[in-house]
């Protein structure tokens, strides 16, 4: 594809209800972010990987959250039991290499609202 | 460990200049830069490396000063189109070679006809 697509676009749960939200990068990029982006703030950094590794999962906010890029590509987040601060804007981003002058290019979002 | 964006929000006519900074507490050694419209992806503008390079796109164009760990944008001559949230994002890579970001706040630019 063109670019970075994410799905689904938007996704309502109800509060204790599990989600899982898709990425599929670039085609050959070898990094992959997610963010968080709360309404009139900037992108908070989830988790980091290169290829199938996880090299940083830092800024996680809690064990309710798992990332995973099992063969290097598509990438999920789940958030399990999805509380009400977990609503927001979910980025993905990628690079092609993990280097200083590389840019991100990032998908659109998914918008989760817990209710 | 975020950088700090200043101003928060600036309104412009069309053609007027502009000036967004972005304030780091630790050493910087690149800076990112990206502009995001409402409901839209973040989309990049351009990166500045350590050494004080300045870069451009279009009408907009960045400066590095890596001893006041700042950076900032000048957009020159604003479009309509310019409007949006630019954001300034410095990397937290352990090695500080990577692109591995953290964002400023953001900088809400208007440009009105």
């Known amino acids: 594809g063109a670019g970075v697509s994410q799905s689904p676009r938007y996704k309502v749960a109800k509060r204790g209800q599990d989600v899982a939200l898709r990425c599929d990068p670039i085609?050959?990029?070898?990094?992959l972010f997610w963010y968080q982006q709360a309404l009139g703030q900037g992108p908070e950094f989830l988790t980091y990987?290169?290829?199938?590794?996880?090299?940083?999962k830092s800024g996680l906010p809690s064990d309710r959250f798992f990332a995973e890029r099992p063969e290097g590509s598509v990438s999920t987040l789940k958030i399990q039991r999805t509380q009400q601060e977990d609503s927001a804007v979910y980025l993905c981003?990628?690079?092609?290499?993990?280097?200083?002058?590389?840019?991100?290019?990032f998908g659109n979002g998914t918008r989760l609202t817990v209710t | 460990q975020q950088p700090v964006q200043s101003p928060q929000a600036v309104i412009l006519r069309e053609g007027e200049d502009a000036v967004i900074n972005c304030s780091s507490s630790?050493?910087?050694?690149?800076v990112h830069w990206y502009r995001q419209k409402h409901g839209e992806a973040p989309v990049f503008l351009m990166i500045?490396?350590?050494?004080?390079e300045q870069k451009g796109h279009e009408k907009i164009s960045a400066s590095f000063n890596e001893k006041k760990q700042q950076s900032s944008l000048y957009l020159t001559a604003s479009q309509l189109s310019y409007s949006g949230t630019y954001f300034c994002?410095?990397?937290?890579?352990?090695?500080?070679?990577?692109?591995?970001?953290?964002f400023g706040g953001g900088t809400r630019l208007m440009v009105k006809p």
């Open positions: 085609s050959g990029h070898v990094s």
């Open positions: 981003a990628s690079s092609l290499v993990p280097m200083v002058n590389s840019p991100l290019h």
């Open positions: 994002g410095t990397d937290i890579s352990s090695n500080n070679a990577g692109n591995m970001l953290t």
């Open positions: 500045l490396l350590k050494g004080g």
């Open positions: 990987f290169q290829n199938e590794a996880q090299l940083d």
């Open positions: 630790k050493a910087l050694y690149s």
